[in-house]
């Protein structure tokens, strides 16, 4: 079962290629914050503890629940619903974001060889670190930037399950609180640049450089 | 519990009373008793040596812990004494949300640095870093401009990106930690004490990860564009805080993942990576300070290469790491009279461009004159700290027959030399076509000025008398980290 919930992880960054809607890129955060809270819950389940349920329920707050809203709040509040110009459909980003999660799931085996990890979720985590990352190069749309750190912090907490290293509650609580900081800041910060860029492209900001 | 009170809780309430009454003067007063309580608990724990949390804890304070907590406590003190007349300057309305914010993210910023200086629980180091950028951003976004605000967002990105990273280097070091200690043992203390059984593989890419997470908060390239940005977009005092204590801050989470590494047979490869860190960084700075065209940027990529030279001394090891703790603590003090100043130029001819700079010595010749001394120190002309602490890391490049790199890192340090000096010079000496003086208005020695140049010429006591208690907490921080003199 956590097999399935991480391939179908994966087939949420093959979404993210083909989509060019924001309101699908929030759906995906909503997808992936189920998906990890299933696949915490399943990897402990053997091992009950009261921790891990309110871990698993930190996941769905923070993650498909109040992240999702605020960045719809911000997707109305700052009109983005037109006019970016990298939100095209183009079929090299798909090739790339397929070429990362096998690339992924071929740097998971053979670390599995190395050392016992989960490799099927420490493959996903890889390929969820590595397409936020592709997002961030290929979109210039600072929200996009933003969706593709939360898809970073996926593959993050995926990570954690997929090498089988367990954190006290109390700091992923206190990390997934962090988050949600740092995503609240990274809001009131794309408002105020709103002001500024209009476009709110990250190509506009080139005020600083030398 | 004293000790407690003063470092954690005394900083929280501050906090919460700068936030509630906002008036200016009592949060002023509120924040300098903070600060100045703050640094005399950090010193006497680095002195007696005291831990006032229980052996075994999440939190605790060790002699390096101690260290930083006097370098940040020292470098809040005098921000917090320069602030007053800071403010006094920027009195429109459009700052006035701003000035409300200015005493409490200040309190807070001093409250999330201690935590990151007394956590002794790898991933809770992580959680509490990220509050340090959070306390930064308010400070940071001071003057509610573009250039502002693009640096904020660029700060924020790339040290949260960073941070993932660090993150990663933390889950990588607690795999190398399987089958030797639980999660309930992945303690800085306790970790050093396995480090011999931990598995070497995992260890190596915890140290990675951790170097390039924290390069972005250190400022080590080229993880260093974020920062450059934030720290010149900053206001004085805000920019000084930062050069001064953040990056030292972060410099010493480096060091706890290099405790542990410093007992194995990992500690070349964590050296050699800390060397190419070090150098790259200088490397860029030599490039970039010749290009740079706004001196607070200078000062910021002169920044960049002081921690370059940190992460060399560490690399190095034997006596070059008391140079490289020493220099860390000089390049905050040369860093804090530098940035006071660059607030008061700023304030006088409303730009940062270094071409718009001229007659700095006739127009604000108190201003000019600490400034070439704070320059001094900063370039490590003797007698000033920063002399010495690089005369240590020679030696111990010397000891070492590490011949290449002395060669490379003097020459290095001699282009930045000529750089930094040509637009700093200029600056002090080009005549302005309308002087100032001409108009009547001649500047007076002020609070600033005191700071400044006390920042300044505080290193040369220091290392001219050496206290003892001082000597004893060096070496046994030297100790800690694997290293005997």
């Given at each position: 079962?956590?097999?399935?919930?991480?391939?179908?992880?994966?087939?949420?960054?093959?979404?993210?290629?083909?989509?060019?809607?924001?309101?699908?890129?929030?759906?995906?955060?909503?997808?992936?914050?189920?998906?990890?809270?299933?696949?915490?819950?399943?990897?402990?389940?053997?091992?009950?503890?009261?921790?891990?349920?309110?871990?698993?329920?930190?996941?769905?707050?923070?993650?498909?629940?109040?992240?999702?809203?605020?960045?719809?709040?911000?997707?109305?509040?700052?009109?983005?619903?037109?006019?970016?110009?990298?939100?095209?459909?183009?079929?090299?980003?798909?090739?790339?974001?397929?070429?990362?999660?096998?690339?992924?799931f071929v740097l998971s085996n053979y670390l599995s060889q190395l050392t016992p990890v989960n490799v099927v979720p420490l493959g996903a985590a890889i390929a969820g670190m590595a397409a936020g990352g592709l997002l961030i190069v290929r979109r210039s749309l600072l929200l996009a930037h933003v969706i593709g750190f939360l898809i970073i912090e996926n593959g993050l907490f995926l990570l954690s399950i997929g090498v089988q290293a367990e954190m006290p509650w109390m700091i992923e609580l206190a990390g997934f609180l962090d988050l949600f900081v740092l995503i609240f800041l990274m809001g009131i910060a794309m408002n105020h640049l709103k002001t500024h860029f209009p476009e709110g492209e990250s190509d506009d900001l080139t005020g600083l450089r030398e | 519990?004293?000790?407690?009170?003063?470092?954690?809780?005394?900083?929280?309430?501050?906090?919460?009373?700068?936030?509630?009454?906002?008036?200016?003067?009592?949060?002023?007063?509120?924040?300098?008793?903070?600060?100045?309580?703050?640094?005399?608990?950090?010193?006497?724990?680095?002195?007696?040596?005291?831990?006032?949390f229980p052996a075994g804890w999440w939190l605790g304070v060790d002699r390096l812990g101690a260290f930083f907590l006097t370098i940040l406590s020292h470098t809040f003190v005098l921000v917090v004494l320069y602030s007053p007349g800071f403010l006094r300057r920027m009195q429109g309305p459009e700052y006035d949300r701003s000035r409300r914010l200015f005493y409490p993210a200040l309190n807070f910023y001093l409250l999330a640095n201690t935590l990151v200086l007394i956590v002794q629980q790898y991933a809770l180091l992580w959680v509490v870093l990220e509050l340090t950028t959070f306390s930064l951003v308010p400070l940071m976004y001071f003057y509610r401009t573009k250039e502002s605000l693009e640096a904020v967002w660029k700060y924020l990105f790339l040290v949260s990106l960073g941070l993932i990273f660090l993150f990663v280097g933390i889950l990588f070091l607690s795999l190398s930690a399987?089958?030797?200690?639980?999660?309930?043992?992945?303690?800085?203390?306790?970790?050093?004490?396995?480090?011999?059984?931990?598995?070497?593989?995992?260890?190596?890419?915890?140290?990675?990860?951790?170097?390039?997470?924290?390069?972005?908060?250190?400022?080590?390239?080229?993880?260093?564009?974020?920062?450059?940005?934030?720290?010149?977009?900053?206001?004085?005092?805000?920019?000084?805080?930062?050069?001064?204590?953040?990056?030292?801050?972060?410099?010493?989470?480096?060091?706890?993942?290099?405790?542990?590494?410093?007992?194995?047979?990992?500690?070349?490869?964590?050296?050699?990576?800390?060397?190419?860190?070090?150098?790259?960084?200088?490397?860029?700075?030599?490039?970039?300070?010749?290009?740079?065209?706004?001196?607070?940027?200078?000062?910021?990529?002169?920044?960049?290469?002081?921690?370059?030279?940190?992460?060399?001394?560490?690399?190095?090891?034997?006596?070059?790491?008391?140079?490289?703790?020493?220099?860390?603590?000089?390049?905050?003090f040369g860093k804090i009279g530098l940035f006071f100043m660059a607030g008061n130029i700023h304030q006088s001819y409303g730009s940062r461009e270094i071409d718009s700079i001229k007659g700095l010595t006739r127009r604000l010749p108190w201003t000019g004159f600490v400034w070439a001394v704070a320059f001094l120190l900063i370039v490590g002309t003797p007698p000033f700290g920063i002399f010495f602490s690089e005369v240590f890391i020679l030696m111990g490049m010397i000891h070492g027959d590490h011949w290449w790199l002395l060669a490379l890192f003097l020459s290095l340090l001699m282009v930045i030399f000529i750089g930094m000096s040509r637009s700093v010079l200029r600056m002090l000496q080009t005549p302005e076509a309308t002087p100032q003086a001409a108009t009547g208005t001649v500047e007076r020695f002020n609070l600033s000025h005191a700071l400044g140049l006390y920042a300044a010429l505080v290193s040369i006591p220091l290392m001219l008398f050496r206290p003892p208690a001082l000597v004893d907490a060096l070496n046994a921080i030297l100790a800690s980290l694997g290293t005997t003199l």
């Open positions: 079962m956590i097999n399935a919930f991480t391939i179908l992880f994966c087939l949420t960054l093959i979404y993210l290629a083909v989509t060019t809607r924001l309101s699908a890129y929030v759906l995906i955060l909503v997808l992936q914050g189920m998906l990890v809270a299933g696949v915490h819950t399943l990897a402990f389940f053997n091992d009950f503890a009261w921790s891990h349920v309110v871990v698993a329920a930190g996941v769905l707050l923070v993650r498909t629940f109040l992240i999702p809203f605020y960045i719809v709040k911000i997707i109305r509040d700052l009109d983005l619903r037109h006019g970016d110009s990298t939100r095209q459909y183009h079929p090299g980003f798909l090739i790339q974001m397929a070429a990362v999660v096998v690339g992924a | 519990m004293v000790t407690i009170f003063v470092l954690l809780i005394l900083p929280l309430i501050t906090t919460a009373l700068a936030a509630g009454y906002r008036q200016a003067r009592l949060s002023y007063w509120l924040t300098l008793l903070a600060g100045v309580t703050h640094l005399l608990a950090s010193l006497y724990c680095l002195i007696t040596p005291f831990n006032p399987r089958g030797v200690v639980d999660y309930t043992g992945f303690l800085v203390g306790r970790m050093t004490e396995v480090a011999p059984q931990l598995n070497p593989l995992w260890l190596k890419a915890g140290f990675i990860f951790a170097l390039v997470g924290l390069s972005a908060k250190i400022g080590l390239a080229p993880m260093h564009p974020g920062d450059i940005d934030a720290t010149s977009n900053s206001p004085a005092p805000v920019a000084a805080l930062m050069a001064g204590s953040m990056r030292s801050t972060a410099m010493l989470v480096l060091l706890r993942f290099y405790q542990v590494m410093a007992p194995t047979q990992e500690r070349m490869f964590a050296q050699r990576l800390l060397i190419c860190a070090g150098l790259f960084s200088l490397s860029v700075v030599a490039i970039y300070m010749w290009r740079s065209r706004n001196y607070k940027r200078m000062l910021a990529y002169s920044s960049v290469e002081h921690l370059g030279i940190v992460a060399l001394g560490v690399g190095v090891g034997g006596i070059a790491l008391l140079g490289a703790l020493l220099h860390l603590v000089f390049n905050s």
